[in-house]
């Protein structure tokens, strides 16, 4: 069983900033990528910023120099730090990780799992 539980999000004026945390748990070998991704009401869940195991990140365009993904390995935990918050960030924010583990067979996978999604909202 494997697991992630996100925090952090909330309600913050625009020009504001919050840090999203997203913790991976349960019984698994390896992570690989890690990401953030965002949904709005009536649009298509995007990418905003991901992180590889060796650290090589990239990010959506809306969003370059302003947010900052960063991984803590000893943690299993990816965080993103979001500042000079608009309106048009508000979303529900969703943690992505490529997790491998073995199977009771004994062969190793690795799949993709998803938090639970973190609300944020981005208002006056």
């Known amino acids: 069983q494997v697991e992630l539980v996100e925090s952090g999000g909330g309600l913050v004026q625009p020009g504001g900033s919050l840090r999203l945390s997203c913790a991976a748990s349960?019984?698994?070998?390896?992570?690989?990528?890690m990401g953030w991704y965002r949904q709005a009401p009536g649009n298509q869940r995007e990418l905003v910023a991901s992180?590889?195991?060796?650290?090589?990140?990239q990010y959506a365009d809306s969003v370059k120099g302003r947010f900052t993904i960063s991984r803590d390995h000893s943690k299993n935990t990816v965080y993103l730090q979001m500042n000079s918050l608009k309106p048009e960030d508000t979303a529900v924010y969703y943690c992505?990780?490529?997790?491998?583990?073995?199977?009771?067979?004994?062969?190793?996978?690795?799949?993709?799992?998803w938090g639970q999604g973190t609300q944020v909202t981005v208002s006056s």
């Open positions: 992505h990780a490529e997790i491998g583990r073995y199977r009771p067979s004994g062969t190793y996978v690795r799949t993709g799992y």
């Open positions: 349960g019984s698994f070998v390896s992570i690989s990528d």
């Open positions: 992180i590889s195991n060796s650290g090589a990140t």
